[in-house]
């Protein structure tokens, strides 16, 4: 029984002391793959590098995707844009690259320019229609804009991808779902208070549903320290890849599956939405 976590950022700063043992972890736990999304140009070639670093086989071997992160649009330039392309067209013939992403909008985060947001994402999913690729979507109090975004690109065509942490309404979960895309789930669907998350994860169709971790971002419950215990020294807990097993164990309770039968499919439906996996899934 394996998992594929579809969103982990090994080259993030927090997994730099430890990183060898932590993914050597996961891989004890199970999970054969991760995908690595880039947020900025500045480290797309870190997460090329980290996606090479163990051999593909049936039992391991990471993914990546490259894209701008809505969050990192005050500092990128215009210039990246053609850089973006430039990149895919060199790596297009990368078994690894599956994805443009992290890309999308977020209405969360006080400051940033939502038009700025919204030309260079829409840039980029012009780039994602030109290379044929699946995208990845940083979904955040932005999920009727992205939809309009899809559609005003890719006009009646479908689209691959994941909708990441996915945490809409049920009627917006069904437009993603009608053009193509998966939504993904994890850390957030542990918590109890977490309702709407718990009830679109327990309802939608078992096929519209990835697994992923976020790491080291969006910790699950038995990580998560309260502010006030993080006031008085205690760190938060991080998380990993190694913790998706115990956050698919909340999602099989949740719709009455074997993790057997979530295992497969999941990893069933993160083929579909990136189907380059598929060579490696097999």
Not at 130 to 135: A, Q
Not at 163 to 184: V, Y
Not at 218 to 238: C, K, S
Not at 260 to 268: F, G, H, I, V, Y
Request: charged letters at 20%; a neutral charge.
């Amino acid at each position: 029984m394996l998992w594929l976590d579809t969103h982990c950022h090994w080259d993030a700063a927090e997994f730099e002391p430890d990183r060898v043992a932590l993914r050597a972890a996961a891989r004890s736990a199970g999970v054969a793959h991760c995908v690595i999304p880039a947020v900025a140009r500045h480290n797309w070639a870190r997460v090329r590098a980290l996606a090479h670093e163990a051999p593909l086989s049936d039992a391991a071997g990471d993914f990546y995707a490259l894209g701008i992160h809505p969050l990192y649009t005050p500092q990128a330039d215009e210039a990246d844009l053609p850089a973006l392309q430039q990149a895919l067209r060199e790596q297009r013939d990368d078994p690894r690259l599956v994805a443009l992403g992290e890309i999308g909008l977020d209405g969360f985060v006080p400051g940033l320019d939502w038009a700025r947001q919204t030309w260079f994402y829409r840039e980029q999913l012009k780039l994602a229609r030109e290379f044929e690729l699946p995208v990845i979507l940083h979904v955040r109090r932005s999920a009727d804009a992205l939809l309009a975004g899809l559609r005003a690109i890719g006009g009646r065509s479908a689209w691959r991808g994941i909708a990441h942490a996915f945490n809409g309404s049920a009627q917006q979960a069904q437009r993603f779902l009608e053009l193509g895309f998966k939504l993904g789930f994890g850390g957030s669907l542990t918590y109890e208070r977490a309702t709407q998350i718990r009830r679109l994860a327990r309802d939608l169709p078992l096929t519209a549903l990835v697994l992923e971790t976020d790491a080291p971002d969006i910790p699950p419950q038995w990580l998560y320290r309260p502010a006030q215990e993080r006031a008085t020294g205690v760190p938060q807990g991080r998380n990993s890849p190694a913790e998706l097993p115990r956050i698919a164990a909340c999602l099989a309770e949740l719709r009455g599956l074997s993790l057997p039968e979530l295992a497969q499919a999941t990893s069933d439906n993160a083929v579909s939405a990136l189907p380059k996996l598929a060579a490696w899934m097999a």
